[in-house]
């Protein structure tokens, strides 16, 4: 007989009244002398730390009885998640006691490229190899080790000291996330991060592929934005859905725009048509704080007179440097200068943007015309262009419009869709204003302002990334070109094959591009690392050595827990001690630096993590001693004038410092405004690198996109035949992260297999019934390979017809038996490389497919 939940959690409340009644009728019950005698043997302690699966690391209490942790809660007093957890949360008690974590270090005992099969070995044995190894390449090329970035919670342990102290090329993981809208948000804005408004005073918000029931948004996990979200949903903000899939902003949407993947930079570029068109755009901001104004010649450069660009003052009628005094330059026009045409950059937009017609994008975006057009009408009326508020004391221009939008940028054309979202912006003057566009925490200039703005291209060899190529000047440092790389180094001006990697906490062939190019890549690679607390399924099959990481019983961090308004630092604080012979990572680090040799002394891990935490004396960590990890924790704390130490931390989870001032968050408020840096409204460094890629006679595919305005071409998924008529793009669930969480049992419960989200409309022309099992093939349109996965359709009204979804996550993540049968990951169907990674090198999850049964 089949027993409902509801049913189930009924008669067993009933038994167990039954059983309490019956106790006490006939004098079972405990008397009070024993019942008092037990529960002075029970010792209940709650140990506040943070989330350790989700990325925005949500304060949690430990409820710990004698010593074991029996339950997770959020902690009410941690600004991120309010007392609140996800369902990953909530879960990670399962996590902390899975009995199929790896509990000792495992050595390999067959070849690679198969499931493995293991020895266990001790930590000595395993660090002793590890290091012999890492001594070994260290001393006849350090770019031999490469050290794999994946879930890295305490920068300045892992991605810093031990990076620098091995001389190991670190690989990123956020190619593969959202990289080419930082990289986007960096070389124009010069702020770090992608785009998310300023929730407490918008009134108008384009969701523009913001999956916000799964995934969180800009820089945060989850729970943060929709709960700001929702208080602004409560005073009147409108919210519009652009998005291929109308599931992620559900009924948050007051309104679903369908737009066709990949066409993204088309519907940005139509807008900023409109809006000229309307004269909404906010000029005093252009004229003062972009290049807008500065004078381009016409090869495309601007004009310069002793080496500072010039502006055309209508006042004298005659050209003056930028930064001259009282000076109200023209956005408009054409002159003439020693006999050389010039026109101001805003004017090259205008004509620039009178090809991207409301029509044109309405046919390009597979959305109506008239749709686009009141999108327009309405960002620039809720602009509010010329309006003030005060905030906090202090009067601030306010234009209550934004764009949330984070791992959509993660497309062909991604840096320059970005790049056209962000103009957008700015002709409305929300760039840095309140209730507008926010990019990071805090309004401060990021290095990668003026790096980006200077590459200098170098001839080959290159490293393995292919850091100031001429394949990708602007660069994210994609795991997944490291693969193609590694696997026709010739190809790329590259001499050398890694032959050590570490994979610190990632599970690449899963969570990267390209899964069939990530293997291959990993078969050419003598010796590989991974430190984990499964045995994932890129350790299965190509780790020589595994190192059992912690879970959550660990120190780790320091770690932000701003919510964008509030000042806020927190630690993971190890509510028990590790289980099995797991280990912390910076526990790890330190023992495999002591074996290397590369511990102590000047230049040695010590050192450079005294340089990372920016210890100073009397905190300085000793460079003659291994510390144990909570001593550096509480030499870091005290140097931030805690008292108490880590002690604080230990007590308390989270310190909240107070609300941050509008000089921190707004660009108009800082001093001087925006950082002191012009918005690079046109690029003409792109040109420059456009320019000497051609010279170094590079292929066309890399430096198309190298342009001073974003340009719309087809992308070169289009160039696929008919027959694969579906767009495959893929997105976030809520219960899983990345590629290392479907194995956790309440979390696999919950969304338990694979799918294939498909319009009813296009399943039914296809003979295909909700539930049936197809094949789903993908084409690559540049080398024509394909490749298919079998997977359950499931029909979704909200949906595009020509568009298909798969879910990140599958793909039998780790040797476990929860992951058993899940079905395949999404990753398995995506190519990289030319016409699937970004002018930046990141990756792109979309592709042409066809479905059939």
């Known amino acids: 007989m089949k027993v409902s939940r509801r049913t189930f959690l009924k008669a067993s409340l009933a038994a167990g009244g039954t059983a309490a009644a019956g106790r006490f009728l006939f004098g079972q019950l405990d008397t009070l002398a024993a019942k008092e005698t037990r529960e002075a043997a029970i010792t209940e302690e709650w140990i506040p730390t943070t989330c350790w699966i989700g990325k925005q690391d949500c304060g949690m209490l430990a409820r710990r009885i004698n010593g074991r942790v029996v339950k997770f809660e959020g902690h009410p007093k941690h600004p991120r998640n309010l007392g609140t957890l996800c369902p990953k949360g909530v879960a990670q008690i399962m996590a902390l006691y899975d009995p199929n974590r790896v509990k000792t270090p495992l050595i390999r005992t067959n070849e690679k490229g198969v499931p493995g099969q293991w020895r266990q070995a001790s930590w000595d044995e395993a660090l002793s190899l590890v290091a012999e190894k890492v001594r070994e390449v260290r001393a006849r090329d350090p770019r031999l080790l490469l050290w794999q970035k994946g879930r890295s919670k305490a920068a300045a342990f892992y991605d810093q000291a031990f990076v620098e102290a091995s001389g190991a090329t670190a690989l990123h993981h956020g190619a593969f996330c959202s990289d080419a809208g930082y990289r986007a948000c960096e070389y124009t804005v010069g702020v770090q991060g992608v785009l998310h408004p300023d929730f407490r005073y918008a009134q108008y918000v384009l969701s523009w592929g913001w ?77 003062k704080f972009t290049n807008a104004p500065f004078l381009v010649k016409e090869d495309g450069y601007f004009l310069r007179i002793d080496g500072k660009e010039q502006v055309w003052d209508p006042t004298t009628g005659s050209v003056r440097p930028y930064d001259a005094e009282g000076l109200d330059p023209a956005l408009e026009g054409e002159f003439t200068v020693d006999g050389v045409k010039v026109k101001p950059a805003f004017q090259l937009f205008k004509e620039h943007v009178a090809r991207y017609t409301p029509e044109w994008a309405a046919d390009t975006c597979g959305i109506p015309a008239e749709q686009i057009r009141r999108l327009a009408r309405e960002l620039g009326e809720n602009a509010r262009i010329g309006s003030t508020v005060v905030v906090d004391g202090v009067t601030l221009p306010y234009r209550p419009v934004a764009i949330m939008a984070y791992h959509m940028a993660q497309q062909e054309l991604g840096f320059q869709a970005v790049r056209a979202m962000l103009t957008v912006m700015m002709l409305l003057g929300a760039l840095g204003a309140v209730g507008g566009q926010r990019i990071g925490f805090t309004w401060s200039i990021h290095p990668n302002f003026r790096v980006w703005d200077s590459v200098q291209i170098k001839d080959p060899p290159y490293n393995i990334w292919l850091k100031d190529s001429k394949f990708f000047p602007i660069n994210s440092n994609s795991s ?19 032959e050590v990697l570490i994979i610190h906490m990632s599970n690449p062939l899963i969570a990267f591009g390209s899964q069939p190019d990530i293997a291959e890549a990993y078969r050419k690679v003598k010796f590989i690392v991974a430190i984990d607390p499964w045995l994932s399924k890129t350790a299965d099959l190509f780790a020589d050595v595994v190192l059992p990481a912690a879970t959550i ?24 001690d590790p289980l099995f012979q797991s280990r912390g990572e910076i526990e790890i680090y330190m023992d495999l630096c002591e074996k290397a040799g590369i511990l102590y002394g000047p230049g040695g891990y010590l050192d450079r993590l005294n340089t990372a935490l920016g210890l100073k004396d009397p905190y300085k960590l000793p460079l003659d001693r291994k510390p144990t990890v909570r001593e550096i924790f509480d030499r870091w704390a005290r140097s931030q004038g805690l008292a108490d130490g880590v002690a604080f931390f230990e007590k308390n989870g989270v310190w909240v410092k107070g609300p941050l001032s509008p000089k921190a968050i707004y660009g108009y408020a800082t001093t001087p405004p925006f950082g002191g840096v012009r918005h690079r409204f046109y690029g003409e460094s792109l040109l420059r690198y456009r320019e000497e890629m051609r010279k170094r006679a590079v292929d066309e595919v890399y430096w198309r996109d190298y342009t001073p305005f974003p340009t719309w071409r087809k992308p070169t998924l289009e160039n696929s035949p008919p027959d694969y008529d579906l767009y495959l793009i893929s997105y976030k669930l809520i219960e899983f992260k990345q590629g290392r969480a479907s194995q956790i049992p309440l979390l696999a419960e919950l969304a338990p297999k694979q799918w294939l989200e498909i319009n009813p409309r296009t399943a039914r022309a296809k003979g295909i019934n909700d539930g049936d099992e197809v094949w789903v093939e993908s084409h690559n349109a540049v080398t024509g390979e394909t490749r298919r996965v079998r997977v359950i359709a499931r029909y979704r009204e909200g949906i595009r017809p020509d568009t298909v979804g798969m879910p990140h996550h599958y793909g039998e993540v780790a040797r476990h038996p929860w992951a058993k049968g899940q079905g395949p990951s999404s990753s398995e169907l995506f190519f990289t490389g030319e016409g699937y990674v970004a002018n930046t090198a990141d990756q792109s999850f979309q592709v042409k497919v066809r479905v059939y049964k």
Request: proline residues 8%.
């Open 211 to 287: 999956n916000v029931t799964n995934a969180g948004g800009n820089l945060l996990c989850w729970l943060t934005w929709p709960q700001q979200l929702v208080q602004a949903k409560e005073r009147g903000l409108k919210l519009v859905a652009i998005d291929p899939r109308l599931r992620g902003a559900a009924h948050f949407a007051d309104e679903w725009v369908p737009i066709r993947p990949g066409t993204d930079m088309a519907l940005a570029l139509a807008l900023c048509r409109l809006l000229i068109e309307q004269g909404a755009i906010d000029r005093d901001y252009l004229k």
């Open 480 to 498: 997944a070109i490291v693969a193609k790389v590694i696997q026709n180094p010739q190809k790329y001006g590259v001499d050398y094959i890694p």
């Open 553 to 576: 019983e660990k120190y780790e961090g320091p770690l932000s827990a701003t919510d964008q308004y509030v000042d806020a630092v927190t630690l993971r604080i190890p509510p028990m």
